[in-house]
T-cell receptor, first 116, second 113 residues
Framework: AQKVTQAQTEISVVEKEDVTLDCVYETRDTTYYLFWYKQPPSGELVFLIRRNSFDEQNEISGRYSWNFQKSTSSFNFTITASQVVDSAVYFC?????????????FGTGTRLKVLA | DVKVTQSSRYLVKRTGEKVFLECVQDMDHENMFWYRQDPGLGLRLIYFSYDVKMKEKGDIPEGYSVSREKKERFSLILESASTNQTSMYLCASNPGVLNTEAFFGQGTRLTVV
C-alpha cells in the first residue's frame, strides 16, 4: 500500500538555524509524484514543490531546498537560515492513480516552530 | 489567481443535525476532494469526485456523503452530525489531466456539540 511517513511530529529551532524535515514514502508505482505543502496558522495548504519519480535532481528555491533519493525512498526538505515566518505545519504527499484520477496520500505533518 | 473557496471558516452544529459544507473552485478543474485533518493523523481523504455527478469513496467515507451537481461545486454532507466528526475539513481541486498539485481552500473548522 502507498504510504508517507513524517516521523518528526514537532521541531523547534531558533531563528537563523537550518532545519531539515524528513519524508519517507512507500509505493509500488514506478511513476509517481511527490509534493510538499506548507500550512500556516491561517489553515490553507500552500503548495511548495512537486517532484516526479524520474527526476532526482535536488532543487533549491531561495532558502528552501529539497533532496530526493529514490534509493532510500526519501524526499527531505531543508530550510536554511530559518525565520519566524517559516513556523507552520509542513506536509509531504505522494500521488497515486485510481481510475485515472490522481489522488494524494499525505503524511501526518511536521509542526515547525521557529523561535525569535 | 487560482481559487478554492469554502463557505465557512468556522461552524458549530448540534449532534444529530444535517450539516452541509460547500466548496467552490473557479479553475474549471475536473477533480475535487474533501479531506479531514486531525492532529497526529494528517489529512485523510473522505470522498473525491472526478466529474459532475461522479464520486468515489476515499479512506474514511462513513458518516459522510457528497454531491456534485455542477463542475465548480462540491458539497460534503454530514447526514447526522456526531461529536467524533468535530474536525478541520479541507476541500481541494486539481485539473485531472496532468499529475499536478492540488489547490486547497482555507478550511472549515467544524465543532459538533
Amino acid at each position: 500500500a502507498q504510504k508517507v511517513t513524517q516521523a518528526q511530529t514537532e521541531i523547534s529551532v531558533v531563528e537563523k538555524e537550518d532545519v531539515t524535515l524528513d519524508c519517507v514514502y512507500e509505493t509500488r508505482d514506478t511513476t509517481y509524484y511527490l509534493f510538499w505543502y506548507k500550512q500556516p496558522p491561517s489553515g490553507e495548504l500552500v503548495f511548495l514543490i512537486r517532484r516526479n519519480s524520474f527526476d532526482e535532481q535536488n532543487e533549491i528555491s531561495g532558502r528552501y531546498s529539497w533532496n530526493f533519493q529514490k534509493s532510500t525512498s526519501s524526499f527531505n526538505f531543508t530550510i536554511t537560515a530559518s525565520q519566524v515566518v517559516d513556523s507552520a505545519v509542513y506536509f509531504c504527499a505522494l500521488s497515486e492513480t485510481t481510475s485515472g484520477t490522481y489522488k494524494y496520500i499525505f503524511g501526518t505533518g511536521t509542526r515547525l516552530k521557529v523561535l525569535a | 489567481d487560482v481559487k478554492v473557496t469554502q463557505s465557512s471558516r468556522y461552524l458549530v452544529k448540534r449532534t444529530g443535525e444535517k450539516v452541509f459544507l460547500e466548496c467552490v473552485q473557479d479553475m474549471d478543474h475536473e477533480n475535487m476532494f474533501w479531506y479531514r485533518q486531525d492532529p497526529g493523523l494528517g489529512l485523510r481523504l473522505i470522498y473525491f469526485s472526478y466529474d459532475v455527478k461522479m464520486k468515489e469513496k476515499g479512506d474514511i467515507p462513513e458518516g459522510y456523503s457528497v454531491s456534485r451537481e455542477k463542475k465548480e461545486r462540491f458539497s460534503l454532507i454530514l447526514e447526522s452530525a456526531s461529536t467524533n466528526q468535530t474536525s478541520m475539513y479541507l476541500c481541494a481541486s486539481n485539473p485531472g489531466v496532468l499529475n499536478t498539485e492540488a489547490f486547497f481552500g482555507q478550511g472549515t473548522r467544524l465543532t459538533v456539540v
